[in-house]
């Protein structure tokens, strides 16, 4: 039989615990912007890719250095 080792528990004090809430709300907030302003990027992308005269159903690639679009192989899937 093996014995098994107790693993220690300490608890924050409820000024701590609040602190890292605030924190970790932060974190969740600020990804979440991230994501929005991932998806405006895309969908802005996708209306410009479009007045260019790009097709739809094709998939491009857009060097953010250069501004140059070409259309990339379909991804694997």
């Known amino acids: 039989m093996v014995k098994r080792k107790r693993m220690r528990k300490i608890r924050i004090s409820k000024q701590e615990l609040e602190e890292l ?3 970790q709300s932060l974190i969740k907030n600020q990804v979440m912007i991230f994501q929005a302003l991932e998806l405006q ?3 802005w992308l996708t209306d410009v890719i ?3 005269g790009f097709k739809d159903d ?3 690639d857009v060097n953010y ?3 140059e679009i070409t ?3 379909e ?3």
């Open 21 to 23: 809430r605030k924190r």
């Open 41 to 43: 990027k895309r969908v």
């Open 50 to 52: 479009k007045k260019l």
């Open 58 to 60: 094709k998939v491009y």
């Open 65 to 67: 250095r250069t501004g």
């Open 71 to 73: 259309e990339t192989k």
């Open 75 to 77: 991804p694997k899937q």
